[in-house]
């Protein structure tokens, strides 16, 4: 499995941006998707979930800002970044969970205030 994510970049405060992430192979349709976060000087953080049949999960910190969904037809889930703030700065990675983990390169957000 391989997982390609984009997407990311710099926004001002109150911007939005919208991740991408690409995977490779079978597992996709029957794995539980999720998006992390590892912002400098910090451990790497679940923010967003989605399972194969579609249920959502976030972190508090983006609960009711960010958006996880997945297009089964094009492998790929996507990450709805709404009303960012530089607390949102970090390199967001996305994950396959499927009897083990898979990861992606990363994606660099910069939220400037």
């Known amino acids: 499995v391989q997982l390609q994510a984009s997407g990311g970049g710099l926004v001002q405060a109150g911007g939005s941006l919208r991740l991408s992430c690409a995977a490779s192979g079978n597992m996709f349709r029957i794995a539980i998707m999720g998006w992390y976060r590892q912002a400098p000087g910090k451990e790497r953080e679940l923010i967003a979930m989605?399972?194969?049949?579609?249920?959502?999960g976030y972190a508090d910190s983006v609960k009711g800002r960010f958006t996880i969904s997945r297009e089964i037809g094009k492998n790929t889930v996507y990450l709805q970044m709404n009303s960012l703030n530089p607390e949102d700065t970090a390199v967001y990675y996305c994950?396959?969970?499927?009897?083990?983990?898979?990861w992606g390169q990363g994606t660099l957000v910069t939220v400037s205030s």
């Open positions: 989605i399972s194969s049949s579609g249920t959502t």
């Open positions: 994950n396959l969970n499927y009897q083990r983990n898979y």
